[in-house]
Nanobody, 116 residues
Framework: QVQLVESGGGLVQAGGSLILSCAAS????????MGWYRQAPGKQRELVAT???????NYADSLKGRITISRDSAENTVSLRMNSLKPEDTAVYYC??????????WGKGTLVTVSS
């Protein structure tokens, strides 16, 4: 069982930056991949970024250039830095972890609100 706790959400003005963090209850090296997804009001959950145990990253095409996913194995955390935020980035951001046995775990989410 993997527990994920997100932090760092909040209210930010358009053009600003934010760093979201996800703390895992197990060493992230025991997890095949971790990532961030988001769900805006009235929309489906969508991929933001992922990072594998090997460090390979993947970003949503629409967000490339504005976001960076990284990990800190010592702290068992994965972070998402978002720059040049736009009102359309407003969403609940969820941390995800996929185990090597293909079990997917989710955090409860953290709300990011970007004001215009």
């Amino acid at each position: 069982q993997v527990q994920l706790v997100e932090s760092g959400g909040g209210l930010v003005q358009a053009g600003g930056s934010l760093i979201l963090s996800c703390a895992a209850s197990v060493t992230i090296f025991s997890i095949a991949a971790m990532g961030w997804y988001r769900q805006a009001p009235g929309k489906q959950r969508e991929l933001v970024a992922t990072i594998t145990r090997g460090g390979r990253t993947n970003y949503a095409d629409s967000l490339k250039g504005r976001i960076t996913i990284s990990r800190d194995s010592a702290e068992n955390t994965v972070s998402l830095r978002m720059n040049s935020l736009k009102p359309e980035d407003t969403a609940v951001y969820y941390c995800n972890a996929n185990s090597y046995s293909a079990i997917s775990y989710w955090g409860k989410g953290t709300l990011v609100t970007v004001s215009s």
